[in-house]
């Protein structure tokens, strides 16, 4: 049989192939950013063959990248801001979600200054670049993009948190928060509305991605079966109320259903948590991109108010907002991912055009995003247990267990400081038959690791740490002596509430994000005990004033986060900026 050819394709080929339909899988709506002027250096353009051209220097990458994450480290977006503002003003937010978003306020108004930054986990570096036709660097971005956060790091009051791997084994702190999670794509020229080709330009969305927030992202390898409405609500219900407040809520929470890949699902998810995404369709086409849903979207936001967990300590807020993208996927395969951006909301995106390099305009006097006088006052009050740290370790047990769970505590006094690393040799020394070290024994524990310290400041930014990371050594430490009384963030184990019923320990909690506030207000004074080496991961003696807490595990086996729909009347009071005070409703 003879078969005509049209093309170098076989007609029958051509006449029985569905239709070609192309897409980017995301495709993003005009970028309405404010931006800023960074420098008009670096950057000139060229035109050859009908075309322009960009060139860009590896100076400007390197500074724009510097400039991005020195922002993302004190400076919040404006958005996000004024959602904390509406937790304050919604007459239905409880005393504690108005609590935690009038510290958060408080926080960033201290990080704004630029001295300290907002958290004290200043994240690992992540970038992704979308370079267009006609943009020419000569070199190697990504090792300008990771001289620009070498610069951030080791010039500001930022935390060196990433570990090089010596063997599978081993491994030792890079001293400059390098390596950078580094991603650069190619894309088309853009047009304009008209379709009119437009210069080369380069994009770039910065992020700091905290370890807390990391830990809350996860996929789930689902099938068919969960994509119709009421199965896929009941999974949602279960799988969000598991990411707990380790990660400091309230959330910007994400969700992708679908995927050509898992990674791809993940990594989506990312995006969708840094607003990256909130310019896709609302309704998908046999194009197959991907799309936004929002009525899934207003669905789960109001699930996640039904939790009763709240901005941390009970309540509506557990989210700022949910974004919910559907993607294309394999018949056999039905990825789900949820991610989170958590109170830290460090992101900004940043370009480069033949007019210069511009950074994302974030919110550099946050001030008048607080409350007034009145308002504060309107929601002050309260009472707070104040807990001598100075006492031996009996009498702060014994005064502890005079007050219920939710108890809101100020704790004045020494605090030891430990976390993964340190908690992993001192189990060592118990393995071989050592001793507790008496500062475990002595002083409660504190799971945090600083920022560098400010010169002329007692320390740097130094907020708690992921309690649940801790969870697997309590019982152990505990029937040694140590670990009594511990204080971090997020909920914990059943194991933990065990190991505290048992050996009459407690848990208190501390908020979750005002590491710059803690450092300010209540901490007066650092050195290190133990490890040295280990840098921010040593064991450190710290010295506090009137540091807030909360009774969350006691030693009767009462757990708060338990039952934390039940009514919240945690009493609340002031700490801090402007002598405003808050209290909970009931």
């Not at 511990?486 to 501390?510: D, I, P, Q, W």
Request: glycine share 10%.
């Amino acid at each position: 049989m003879q078969v005509s050819v049209v093309g170098g394709i076989p007609s029958w080929f051509v006449a029985n192939d569905p239709e070609f339909l192309y897409s980017d899988l995301l495709p993003t709506g005009p970028d309405e950013t404010p931006y800023r002027l960074i420098t008009t250096e670096g950057v000139s353009t060229f035109e050859a063959n009908g075309r322009t051209f960009l060139q860009v220097s590896p100076e400007a990458i390197r500074q724009l990248t510097a400039e991005a994450m020195h922002d993302i480290a004190h400076y919040l977006r404006p958005a996000h801001l004024a959602q904390l503002r509406r937790i304050i003003d919604d007459p239905e937010a409880s005393g504690n979600d108005r609590f935690v978003a009038l510290d958060l306020l408080k926080n960033v108004n201290i990080s704004a200054g630029g001295v300290l930054p907002m958290c004290q986990d200043t994240g690992t570096a992540i970038v992704m670049g979308k370079k267009s036709e006609g943009v020419l660097t000569g070199s190697d971005d990504g090792e300008a993009i990771s001289r620009g956060v070498y610069d951030a790091y080791t010039r500001l009051n930022l935390r060196y948190s990433q570990l090089a791997p010596l063997t599978t084994y081993e491994e030792r702190n890079t001293g400059t928060n390098l390596p950078a999670q580094i991603e650069i794509f190619s894309v088309p020229t853009p047009t304009s509305p008209t379709g009119t080709p437009e210069p080369p330009q380069y994009k770039f969305l910065f992020m700091a991605k905290g370890g807390g927030s990391a830990n809350k992202s996860f996929l789930f390898q689902e099938t068919k079966a969960v994509l119709n409405p009421q199965r896929m609500l009941s999974f949602l219900d279960e799988k969000i109320r598991s990411l707990g407040t380790a990660a400091c809520p309230p959330y910007h929470l994400a969700i992708v259903i679908g995927g050509t890949s898992a990674e791809y699902a993940l990594k989506t998810a990312k995006y969708a948590s840094a607003h990256y995404l909130d310019h896709l369709p609302t309704s998908g086409s046999m194009a197959a991109h991907g799309f936004r849903d929002l009525e899934l979207e207003q669905q789960v936001f109001e699930l996640t108010q039904s939790f009763g967990i709240g901005a941390q300590f009970g309540g509506k807020y557990f989210c700022h907002d949910v974004r919910v993208v559907r993607l294309p996927r394999h018949g056999a395969s039905c990825p789900v991912a949820i991610a989170v951006s958590c109170s830290a909301d460090r992101q900004a995106l940043g370009r480069i055009t033949p007019e210069g390099v511009f950074l994302e305009q974030l919110e550099m006097d946050p001030a008048h995003y607080m409350p007034d006088a009145g308002v504060a006052e309107d929601i002050s009050g309260g009472e707070v247990v104040k807990i001598d740290l100075n006492q031996p370790m009996s009498e702060i047990l014994a005064e502890l267990r005079r007050h219920p769970v939710k108890t809101r505590l100020s704790l004045t006094g020494p605090l030891v400081v430990a976390r993964d690393i340190a908690h992993a040799k001192i189990k060592e020394r118990l393995d071989a038959g050592e001793e507790m070290p008496a500062y475990l024994r002595d002083h409660p524990v504190y799971y945090a690791g600083p920022a560098k310290t400010p010169q002329g400041m007692a320390s740097g930014s130094f907020g708690p740490t992921t309690a649940g990371r801790m969870d697997s050594y309590v019982d152990q430490f505990q029937a040694a002596g140590g670990s009594m009384v511990m204080l971090a963030k997020g909920n914990r184990s059943k194991a933990v509430t065990e190991a505290c019923a048992a050996h009459g320990g407690f848990y208190l909690g501390s908020i979750g994000g005002p590491a710059a506030r803690l450092a300010q207000d209540c901490i007066r004074s650092q050195e290190v005990l133990e490890y040295p080496e280990l840098g921010m991961e040593a064991v450190w003696r710290i010295e506090v004033e009137d540091f807030p807490a909360f009774i969350v595990v006691d030693d009767q086996g009462n757990d708060f986060f338990t039952d934390p729909s039940g009514a919240v009347t945690v009493p609340l009071s002031s700490i801090g900026a402007a002598g405003i005070r808050v209290r909970s409703a009931e």
